[in-house]
């Protein structure tokens, strides 16, 4: 009984959900909110960024900001650098003295990207009017800063996402980006009906300066952090999808569990620290979160107790148990099959897709006991860049 209610939440989350909000969305355009044209006196912006022993990419990834079509006096980057040990300085230092005017940085011990974002926000270096978050690995498209600070001339929006797209050399891990294209429809489409993307794309994002709040001890993901403190102020947090940007999609199975598993405990966090909003439980903004982020949180850890539960119900009054064992079967028989195919070198692309929804559900079950066991530093090792 209990294993049908969840079956039942997760086509909701997964797929009912979904297809509702891109019915929806066609009824809605982005240009229905008012945006600045370029040639419009555009708003100040500082770009932020925390790094950490970036050296392969830095250089790129600031050519990338500053060839952009944005005007160069309203634009200001703030680098915080975060206990580098390689050229990470010496790279900053060479551009400031390019552009002494326009590039600022820190330096400290090693305190994670959170805190440093934290301490770059409150020594102010500038005043900008609009705050774009940025990670060293996520290259702009001369359109990007632009795109990602037109609708802010819309007063209500105080957080506007970009889109990450993959260059055909880069999609490696194709599981990976099918999911990764599904989200992001999925985000657009909350954000043009509803105002309430649920989190933000971390690697580049842009919010009204005003709205930042800093972010708690310890907490792992800052970005969805940002999203949710700005709508729950009352701000709209939507995504434009001609703000792109390039970003690697990571490959090595160890490095995603350990990525995954870190995000996933940083959402268990965000989910305690915004329970209240569900004080209002028919607010888009408490459905939005409910639908598209915290069923998708807590399905995976109710299921072996609601098995446990129907078992024992099968036991005591017979009630029927095949869909739990049905269940059982898929979840410990998919990988197993994956597992013999892959010796055989043969593929079977709905097997790899099944997998990997099994995977990423795996890794969000131990970053709940990472939670559980209680978060005492949020500085964790870089994700490794290839």
Same mark, same amino acid.
């Given at each position: 009984?209990?294993?049908?209610?969840?079956?039942?939440? *997760?086509?909701?989350?997964?797929?009912?959900?979904?297809?509702?909000?891109?019915?929806?969305?066609?009824?809605?355009?982005?240009?229905?909110?008012?945006?600045?044209?370029?040639?419009? #006196?555009?708003?100040?912006?500082?770009?932020?960024?925390?790094?950490?022993?970036?050296? %392969?990419?830095?250089?790129? $990834?600031?050519?990338?900001?500053?060839?952009?079509?944005?005007?160069?006096?309203?634009?200001?980057?703030?680098?915080?650098?975060?206990?580098?040990?390689?050229?990470?300085?010496?790279?900053?230092?060479?551009?400031?003295?390019?552009?002494?005017?326009?590039?600022?940085?820190?330096?400290? #011990? /090693?305190?994670?990207?959170?805190?440093?974002?934290?301490?770059?926000?409150?020594? !102010?270096?500038?005043?900008?009017?609009?705050?774009?978050?940025?990670?060293?690995?996520?290259?702009?498209?001369?359109?990007?800063?632009?795109?990602?600070?037109?609708?802010?001339?819309?007063?209500?929006?105080?957080?506007?996402?970009?889109?990450?797209?993959?260059?055909?050399?880069?999609?490696?891990?194709?599981?990976?980006?099918?999911?990764?294209?599904?989200?992001?429809?999925?985000?657009?489409?909350?954000?043009?009906?509803?105002?309430?993307?649920?989190?933000?794309?971390?690697?580049?994002?842009?919010? /009204?300066?005003?709205?930042?709040?800093?972010?708690?001890?310890?907490?792992?993901?800052?970005?969805?952090?940002?999203?949710? #403190?700005?709508?729950?102020?009352?701000?709209?947090?939507?995504?434009?999808?001609?703000?792109?940007?390039?970003?690697?999609?990571?490959?090595?199975?160890?490095?995603?569990?350990? !990525? %995954?598993?870190?995000?996933?405990?940083?959402?268990?966090?965000?989910? $305690?620290?915004?329970?209240?909003?569900?004080? $209002?439980?028919?607010?888009?903004?408490?459905?939005?979160?409910?639908?598209?982020?915290?069923?998708?949180?807590?399905?995976?850890?109710?299921?072996?107790?609601?098995?446990?539960?129907?078992?024992?119900?099968?036991?005591?009054?017979?009630?029927?148990?095949? *869909?739990?064992?049905?269940?059982?079967?898929?979840?410990?028989?998919?990988?197993?099959?994956?597992?013999?195919?892959?010796?055989?070198?043969?593929?079977? /692309?709905?097997?790899?897709?099944?997998?990997?929804?099994?995977?990423?559900?795996?890794?969000?079950?131990?970053?709940?006991?990472?939670?559980? $066991?209680?978060?005492?530093?949020?500085?964790?090792?870089?994700?490794? /860049? %290839?």
């Amino acid at each position: 009984m209990l294993v049908i209610l969840w079956w039942i939440l *997760l086509v909701l989350s997964y797929l009912v959900y979904p297809l509702m909000m891109k019915k929806i969305g066609k009824r809605h355009r982005i240009s229905k909110y008012s945006y600045y044209e370029l040639f419009d #006196d555009l708003p100040m912006v500082q770009i932020v960024m925390s790094v950490h022993n970036e050296e %392969k990419i830095l250089q790129a $990834k600031l050519n990338s900001i500053l060839s952009g079509n944005y005007p160069e006096r309203n634009l200001t980057i703030v680098i915080g650098l975060d206990n580098c040990s390689d050229n990470s300085l010496q790279i900053v230092q060479e551009f400031e003295k390019q552009y002494p005017s326009r590039i600022y940085y820190f330096e400290s #011990d /090693r305190v994670g990207k959170p805190n440093m974002l934290n301490i770059l926000m409150e020594k !102010r270096f500038v005043d900008a009017q609009i705050t774009i978050f940025t990670d060293a690995n996520v290259i702009f498209t001369p359109s990007t800063i632009y795109e990602l600070v037109k609708y802010f001339k819309t007063l209500y929006i105080g957080l506007v996402d970009s889109k990450f797209v993959l260059s055909s050399d880069n999609i490696s891990n194709e599981n990976e980006n099918l999911y990764l294209n599904y989200e992001q429809q999925l985000k657009f489409n909350e954000g043009i009906v509803w105002g309430t993307m649920q989190g933000p794309f971390g690697g580049c994002f842009a919010i /009204r300066t005003k709205l930042f709040s800093p972010i708690p001890k310890n907490f792992l993901v800052d970005d969805f952090f940002i999203g949710m #403190d700005v709508m729950r102020n009352g701000y709209a947090s939507i995504m434009n999808p001609l703000a792109t940007v390039i970003e690697e999609v990571h490959t090595d199975l160890q490095e995603e569990i350990r !990525r %995954k598993q870190r995000i996933a405990a940083g959402n268990f966090q965000n989910l $305690k620290y915004f329970s209240p909003i569900f004080k $209002k439980p028919f607010t888009a903004l408490s459905v939005s979160w409910l639908l598209h982020k915290v069923l998708r949180w807590i399905l995976p850890l109710l299921l072996i107790p609601f098995i446990g539960i129907d078992l024992i119900l099968n036991i005591v009054w017979g009630y029927p148990f095949f *869909l739990s064992l049905v269940t059982l079967i898929l979840i410990i028989g998919l990988p197993l099959t994956q597992y013999v195919l892959q010796r055989l070198n043969l593929q079977n /692309r709905t097997v790899e897709r099944l997998n990997y929804f099994i995977f990423i559900n795996f890794a969000l079950c131990k970053g709940f006991y990472i939670y559980l $066991k209680g978060i005492k530093s949020n500085v964790w090792k870089p994700t490794q /860049r %290839k």
